[in-house]
Nanobody, 113 residues
């Protein structure tokens, strides 16, 4: 199984990005999927999670009300819509399947003017 994140980039404060975690070799809708991020010199931070049904979602306190996690079944992916981005949202974002201990290579998000 392989997870590939995409959608990162450079964006100005207040802007938006949509990250995607695409899977091959497994059906993502059978698993809880988490998004984490890590900034240089900082510990890994939980961002969001979605359960297998897609109905139960959890968010880290720092992103509540700004980020939305969702499933895209047709693409076998889990997306993270990030709005009202702040410089402190900068980091490498990666998706993680806790049941399998699998994660992707990550995608860089940089929020800067």
């Amino acid at each position: 199984a392989q997870l590939v994140e995409s959608g990162g980039g450079l964006v100005q404060p207040g802007g938006s990005l949509r990250l995607s975690c695409a899977a091959s070799g497994l059906r993502l809708n059978n698993y809880i999927v988490n998004w984490y991020r890590q900034a240089p010199g900082k510990e890994r931070e939980f961002v969001a999670s979605i359960d297998a049904t897609g109905r139960r979602k959890n968010y880290g306190d720092s992103v509540k009300g700004r980020f939305t996690i969702s499933r895209e079944l047709a693409k076998n992916s889990v997306n993270l819509q990030m709005n009202t981005l702040k410089p402190e949202d900068t980091g490498v974002y990666y998706c993680f399947l806790p049941l399998l201990g699998s994660r992707g290579q990550g995608t860089q998000v940089t929020v800067s003017s």
